[in-house]
């Protein structure tokens, strides 16, 4: 049987356990407002498109993992800027910066010789790969982007939710929402380690999709949502230790598990008391 | 005596896409008047009622409200859209989306707010299951939430039925007398005019007409208006 004094006396278990907690209450958080402004798929375009960055990290020889945070920022901050001077819609912009960061990756990879394990890595999650100054960036910097969540917290929502009111109410709406994207930019791949590029935008979606099922309000919404993402991070990790599975694969797999068991209690509910619950 | 002026709009334009939406218009309004834009549909109104608050900014010409520009007085103005649009799924209660508005107002504030508008059963509901009227409500309790010296409505008893309309415009006359507000309503019904506005502009991307709707709404006014022959009759639930 798993020993989970065990598996925390493991250093790499510690810090995936670690990166999962913190990672485990900002995406979902976010994930909150981009379901409510159907932005779902801006995090698996940033996440993909942030193979470039990857990319060059490995080409030129430094921290991938860093030049894919940057990377990542500058396409996030792309599609804001296509989305505010363009026509097109929201899903074509990320689409296209989507796939061309995707394929500018494949592109400089193509010429590195050998198997790249860290590629790998970046596409699945993995666990052993999360080192100590990972760690330091991911503390470091879902720190600011929850800091930054909870004082703007008011303006966020109502801006994601009324943008004209809140300019009304003197929320500097285009500014906020400017932010908004950068730090979302920086939340999903500073996920992509754990979780990888593949997987990492579940995170945003599926707690906060679960969380719904189930919520009343705002508030509700909210904690749920993160006390789900927490959840799977905590399980998944568990799994993919025991089973040996990459990391990533067992988060979302448990994170979609707790959303069919959420459904299926529903229908049970439903079921038992005779009525709709909506 | 003469009336302080409210809102001055001067020879506001504005395109969209190369598109000219307004059209050089100037007019004022005067502080504690209720005054009606009314036209056609795709005649510019809501453009226009979002100009005078700030919402969008006008290529040309300018507008003040009590002397400053909008985004100056921004806590002056109240405003209840044309559509709001939302996902009727998503969990939020009408007690948060008050305070998510005005998180400066006290809990007895906002229970104040729904019982004068006599919503105060639906704090705790989901704002997506309130029926048309009660969110109709909620949404006007909200604008006049922080006190506004002037409330905007853009056609708000689009998708509402009869007997909701006529409780509404009941409402804004009544907000508009008891509260002494300014109130500036963008409808493309030509039947509330007469008996709820003191004055009325009319506009066709350009200004039609404007002052008293006796004297404003001419037939040939209403002609240039609308294309056709129509006559405005007065709304039974306001006489």
Redesign the interface.
């Known amino acids: 049987m798993l020993d989970l004094v065990e598996l925390f006396a493991l250093p790499f278990m510690r810090r995936a356990f670690l990166a999962g907690a913190l990672l485990g209450v900002v995406l979902p958080y976010l994930g909150v407002f981009t379901t409510?402004r159907?932005m779902s798929f801006f995090g698996d375009g940033i996440a993909h498109a942030s193979l470039a960055g990857v990319a060059i990290g490995i080409a030129a020889g430094l921290q991938p993992f860093g030049t894919a945070i940057v990377v990542g920022v500058l396409f996030g901050i792309g599609i804001f800027v296509l989305e505010k001077k363009t026509?097109l819609s929201s899903d074509a912009i990320i689409g296209t910066i989507f796939t061309s960061g995707l394929a500018l990756g494949v592109v400089i990879l193509s010429f590195e010789r050998g198997y790249q394990p860290e590629l790998i890595s970046f596409l699945f999650g993995n666990i052993l790969t999360i080192g100590s100054s990972d760690i330091a960036i991911i503390g470091a910097l879902t720190l600011v982007i929850l800091g930054f969540l909870i004082a703007n917290h008011?303006a966020i929502?109502?801006t994601v939710?009324?943008a004209?009111?809140a300019?009304?109410?003197?929320v500097r709406t285009s500014l906020l929402e400017f932010i908004f994207y950068v730090i979302l930019s920086l939340a999903v791949v500073l996920g992509v380690k754990l979780l990888g590029i593949i997987l990492v935008s579940a995170l945003l979606i599926i707690p906060p999709t679960t969380a719904?099922l189930f919520?009343?309000?705002?508030?509700?919404?909210i904690v749920t949502s993160i006390v789900l993402g927490e959840l799977a991070i905590f399980l998944g990790l568990v799994f993919s230790f025991i089973f040996d599975l990459p990391s990533g694969a067992a988060i979302i797999l448990t994170s979609a598990l707790i959303f069919t068991a959420a459904l299926l209690l529903i229908y049970l509910k439903r079921l038992f008391r005779g009525g709709v619950h909506? | 005596m003469e009336k302080n002026i409210a809102i001055e709009a001067d020879n506001l334009s504005f395109a969209y896409n190369g598109e000219t939406v307004i059209n050089n218009i100037s007019f004022q309004v005067p502080e504690g008047s209720l005054t009606t834009i009314i036209g056609p549909n795709g005649s510019g109104k809501t453009t226009l009622l979002k100009l005078l608050i700030g919402i969008i900014k006008s290529q040309t010409g300018s507008v003040r409200i009590f002397g400053k520009k909008p985004r100056e007085v921004r806590a002056a103005i109240g405003y209840v859209p044309q559509r709001f649009q939302f996902d009727k799924t998503f969990p939020i209660t009408v007690r948060e989306f008050f305070r998510l508005t005005c998180n400066t107002c006290s809990a007895d504030r906002v229970d104040e707010q729904l019982h004068n508008f006599g919503i105060q059963r639906v704090l705790n509901a989901m704002l997506g299951e309130l029926s048309g009227g009660q969110f109709q409500r909620v949404l006007v309790a909200r604008a006049v939430l922080h006190d506004p010296k002037i409330l905007f409505f853009d056609e708000p008893v689009s998708g509402i039925d009869v007997e909701g309309e006529q409780n509404f415009y009941k409402l804004v006359s009544h907000l508009h007398k008891a509260r002494k507000l300014t109130v500036v309503l963008v409808s493309h019904e030509l039947h509330i005019v007469p008996a709820l506005a003191d004055q009325v502009i009319c506009i066709n991307r350009s200004l039609i007409c404007s002052g008293p709707p006796a004297a404003a709404l001419t037939p040939e006014v209403i002609k240039k208006l609308y294309g056709e022959d129509i006559t405005a009759y007065q709304h039974s639930c306001l006489t």
């Open positions: 409510l159907r026509r008011r929502a109502l939710f009324d004209e009111t300019w009304l109410s003197g719904k919520s009343r309000s705002l508030r509700a919404f909506r």
